[in-house]
C-alpha cells in the first residue's frame, strides 16, 4: 500500500501561470481533503471531495482555485494566475469514509513556491 | 469563530525529560480532537480521541482529552531527539464531515 501519493514534491511557477498540483489517495479510499499550509501556520481546510463529487469547499479562495476527484485517475487542485501569496505547502490526505477512527492519512505535500 | 490554540509554540528540552503539550479549542458541536506529528513531510496521525478522562497511549506518548474545559494535553516521557518534531493539534465539529480545524502546531525539539 503506497499511501497517500503527490505530485509534484516541489513546483516552481512564475507569477501569472498555473499550477496543477496531484494527489492520488490510498487504495480504498474515495475521500480526499486538500489543506494549505503557510510558513509558520498550522494546516487550513480548502475543500474535500468525493468521486465526481465536492462536499465542501468552504475553504477555497473564490478565484483561481478549483478542485476535482474524477471518476478516474488522481485528485486535482488546480490554481491559476498564481501569486506569491500562493507559495505554501499543499497537502492532501483521504479516508475511506468520513470522520474514520484514525483520522487522515496524509501525502507528503506539494510545496509550490510563485517567483 | 471556531478555533484551536496550541501552546507552546516552540520547546526545547534534553533527552530524558517528560513534555507536556496543551492545545483548546472553541468549535461548534465538537466530535473529536486528533495529534498529529509532523517531521519535514507528512503529518502521522497518533491518537483520536472523543470522550473525557479516558487517556489513551502509545508507547511513551499519552493523550487525554476534557471536553468540559474545552482542552486537551500530550504527554511524552522519556523524551528522545527522534521526538523532535511538531505536534499538530486538529479538531473535527459538526456542519462538516470531512473538515478539521488545525492549531498552529508546537515545535519540539529534543537536545542529546
Known amino acids: 500500500n503506497a499511501g497517500v501519493m503527490q505530485n509534484p514534491r516541489h513546483l516552481v511557477r512564475r507569477r501569472g501561470q498555473e499550477a496543477r498540483l496531484r494527489c492520488s489517495p490510498m487504495?480504498?479510499?474515495?475521500?480526499v481533503y486538500w489543506y494549505r499550509q503557510l510558513p509558520e501556520e498550522g494546516l487550513k481546510f480548502m475543500v474535500y471531495?468525493?468521486?465526481?463529487?465536492?462536499?465542501?469547499e468552504s475553504g477555497m479562495p473564490k478565484e483561481r482555485f478549483s478542485a476535482e476527484f474524477p471518476k478516474e485517475g488522481p485528485s486535482i487542485l488546480r490554481i491559476q494566475q498564481v501569486v506569491r501569496g500562493d507559495s505554501a505547502a499543499y497537502f492532501c490526505?483521504?479516508?475511506?469514509?468520513?470522520?474514520?477512527?484514525?483520522?487522515?492519512?496524509f501525502g507528503s505535500g506539494t510545496r509550490l513556491t510563485v517567483v | 469563530e471556531d478555533k484551536v490554540v496550541q501552546s507552546p509554540l516552540s520547546l526545547v528540552v534534553h533527552e530524558g525529560d517528560t513534555v507536556t503539550l496543551n492545545c483548546s479549542y472553541e468549535?461548534?458541536?465538537?466530535?473529536?480532537l486528533l495529534w498529529y506529528k509532523q517531521e519535514k513531510k507528512a503529518p502521522t496521525f497518533l491518537f483520536m480521541l472523543?470522550?473525557?478522562?479516558i487517556e489513551k497511549k502509545s508507547g511513551r506518548l499519552s493523550s487525554i482529552l476534557d471536553k468540559k474545559e474545552l482542552f486537551s494535553i500530550l504527554n511524552i516521557t522519556a523524551t528522545q531527539t527522534g521526538d523532535s518534531a511538531v505536534y499538530l493539534c486538529?479538531?473535527?465539529?459538526?456542519?462538516?464531515?470531512?473538515?478539521?480545524?488545525f492549531g498552529k502546531g508546537t515545535k519540539l525539539s529534543v537536545k542529546p
Open positions: 490526505a483521504s479516508s475511506p469514509q468520513p470522520g474514520a477512527p484514525y483520522g487522515y492519512t
Open positions: 487504495k480504498g479510499h474515495s475521500h
Open positions: 471531495l468525493q468521486k465526481e463529487n465536492i462536499i465542501d
Open positions: 468549535v461548534t458541536n465538537f466530535r473529536s
Open positions: 472523543t470522550s473525557s478522562g
Open positions: 486538529a479538531v473535527r465539529y459538526g456542519g462538516s464531515q470531512g473538515n478539521l480545524i
